[in-house]
């Protein structure tokens, strides 16, 4: 059974850098897509970033790309999200999700398992 767990997140001024990671504590999602995703204060959840099972492909959401990184440890076990040149508007809840079949998770709709999320606070 996949058990997502997301850390990481803190409070950090405009510019600065944090680094988000998503374990699997079930230790399956070697065969799984991953992805980021955030959900602002009031506003619905939206795509952040994705990597590829297959080959390790990466895609982004428009907003964070040229500042955000995923990437996959060697285990498979395990994504991060690196964030740099954080803004204000990248304040939200951050939550990762895995594919039971998929080559990745770029909308809501193929995460088939969830994390419980970390809170990202950017001040200016």
């Known amino acids: 059974q996949v058990q997502l767990v997301e850390s990481g997140g803190g409070v950090v001024q405009a510019g600065g850098s944090l680094r988000l990671s998503c374990i699997d504590s079930?230790?399956?999602?070697?065969?799984?897509?991953v992805g980021w995703f955030r959900q602002p204060p009031g506003k619905e959840r939206e795509f952040v970033a994705t990597?590829?099972?297959?080959?390790?492909?990466?895609f982004y959401g428009d907003s964070v790309k040229g500042r955000f990184t995923i990437s996959r440890d060697n285990t498979g076990n395990a994504v991060y999200l690196h964030m740099n040149s954080l803004k204000p508007e990248d304040k939200a809840a951050y939550y990762c999700?895995?594919?039971?079949?998929?080559?990745?998770?770029?909308?809501?709709?193929?995460?088939?398992?969830w994390g419980r999320g970390t809170q990202v606070t950017v001040y200016p």
């Open positions: 079930g230790r399956t999602f070697t065969l799984n897509g």
């Open positions: 990597i590829t099972r297959s080959t390790g492909s990466t």
């Open positions: 999700a895995a594919s039971e079949w998929g080559n990745s998770v770029r909308n809501v709709g193929e995460g088939d398992y």
